[in-house]
C-alpha cells in the first residue's frame, strides 16, 4: 500500500528512523525491563519487592526534575535505576555497583532483535544504490544487531543534538552527505517525531504505517509526509 500526499521530487540518499521503524521495539524493551526488575528482585533483599510499577515511577521522577533527559535514553535509564536502588534503601556505594551490572544485563537483552530477512533484504538493496545514514532518539546498537554494514552514518540523540522533531541530527546528515534537505526521504514510523522533524528541516519525509493507522484522524499528524507505505518493501518503488 502507498498513499501520496505531495510531489515526489527525486532524492538521493535516505535517512532511516530504527527503532519500530526496522523491528518491533514495544517486545525488546518489554523483555529488557522484564529482565530488569528480576535482576534487581535478587540482588539485594531490599529489592525483592521492586516492581515494574516502581520503575516507572522513578523514571518519571528523573524525567521531572531534569526535562532534557530524554534527550539521551540510556543516561535517564541509568539514572532512573540507580534512584530506583537507593530509594529503596541501598547503601549508595552498592548502589552504584548494582545499577551499573543492571544496565549491563538491561543493554544486552535491549539488542537482542530480530531484524526480519524481508528487512536485510530492503536495506541491502537501498544501500547498493543510494547512501543510508540512520538518525535515531534510541540506543539500539545496530553493530550488535548485524545492520551497520548497511549505513556508513548514525545520529543519536544526547550524542549527536536533541531527539527528533529537532532538526539538529537532519542537519547533520545532510551536511555529512553534502546534499540539499530536498534531496534527501527520510523514513520513519513516527508523525511527531520523523515525519515533523524531516518536514520542518526540508526534507522529503516516508510515513511507514505498518498498523493501519488513519492518518487524517491521527492526533500525531502535525504534518504531512510526502507519502505512506504499509510496508519497507515499498521503497524499491523510488529506487
Not at 530504527?18 to 525491563?33: F, G, H, Q, S, W
Not at 516502581?54 to 531534569?66: A, G, H, M, V
Not at 534512584?83 to 545499577?99: D, E, P
Request: charged content about 20%; some cysteine; proline content about 4%.
Amino acid at each position: 500500500m502507498i498513499y501520496f500526499y505531495r510531489l515526489i521530487q527525486p532524492f538521493k540518499a535516505l535517512t532511516f528512523d530504527l527503532d519500530d521503524t526496522l523491528y518491533d521495539n514495544r517486545p525488546v524493551i518489554k523483555r529488557a525491563e522484564k529482565k530488569l526488575i528480576h535482576f534487581l528482585n535478587q540482588s539485594h533483599p531490599k529489592l525483592l519487592k521492586f516492581t515494574h510499577k516502581n520503575y516507572q515511577f522513578y523514571r518519571k521522577k528523573i524525567l521531572l526534575k531534569y526535562p532534557k533527559i530524554y534527550f539521551n535514553i540510556n543516561d535517564w535509564r541509568r539514572q532512573s535505576i540507580l534512584l530506583s536502588i537507593k530509594s529503596f534503601g541501598v547503601q549508595s556505594q552498592l548502589a552504584i555497583i548494582i545499577s551499573r551490572q543492571a544496565m549491563s544485563l538491561v543493554n544486552f537483552w535491549r539488542n537482542q532483535i530480530n531484524i526480519s530477512t524481508d528487512t536485510h533484504y530492503i536495506l541491502k538493496s537501498l544501500s547498493a544504490k543510494l547512501p543510508l545514514i540512520a538518525i535515531t532518539n534510541g540506543d539500539m546498537n545496530m553493530k550488535e544487531c548485524n545492520i551497520n554494514q548497511y549505513f556508513f552514518e548514525i545520529f543519536r540523540s544526547g550524542v549527536n543534538g536533541p531527539p527528533k522533531p529537532y532538526v539538529n541530527m537532519y542537519d547533520l546528515a545532510a551536511k555529512k552527505l553534502n546534499l540539499l534537505p530536498n534531496e534527501i526521504l527520510h523514513v520513519g514510523d513516527s508523525l511527531n517525531t520523523d515525519v515533523l522533524g524531516a518536514i520542518n528541516y526540508g526534507m522529503q519525509a516516508c510515513w511507514l504505517n505498518i498498523y493501519n493507522k488513519s492518518l487524517l484522524s491521527s492526533k500525531d499528524a502535525r504534518v504531512l509526509p510526502h507519502f505512506e507505505i504499509s510496508n519497507l518493501i515499498y521503497l524499491k518503488n523510488f529506487v
